[in-house]
């Protein structure tokens, strides 16, 4: 049965950081693809960042600089470590896992930038 179970979120103040986990079972993790997506209340999901089985990352233009992903094949958990977080990037964060035409998501972790 295939799982990715996300945890890390929470409520920081602006400026501050969290990493965000997500650990994943079920299937051949290291030949997927994953990324980081976030939904904010009344906005669409959007990728944030990603990471490919080769280690090739990529990062929505709001996040380059702040976040950076990072994958643990041994631990089959990626990461998503965020430093600078500002007010709008509140949003439910998903793990996606992703190959050819299978297509995974874990079921969201809240983050909460506020003061």
């Known amino acids: 049965q295939v799982q990715l179970v996300e945890s890390g979120g929470g409520l920081v103040q602006p400026g501050g950081s969290l990493r965000l986990s997500c650990a994943a079972s079920g299937f051949a993790f290291r030949t997927y693809a994953m990324s980081w997506y976030r939904q904010a209340p009344g906005k669409e999901r959007e990728l944030v960042a990603g990471?490919?089985?080769?280690?090739?990352?990529n990062y929505a233009d709001t996040v380059k600089g702040r976040f950076t992903i990072s994958r643990d094949n041994s631990k089959n958990t990626v990461y998503l470590q965020m430093n600078s977080l500002k007010p709008e990037d509140t949003a439910v964060y998903y793990c996606n896992a992703r190959e050819r035409k299978l297509n995974y998501w874990g079921q969201g972790t809240q983050v909460t930038v506020s003061s």
């Open positions: 990471v490919t089985n080769r280690d090739n990352t």
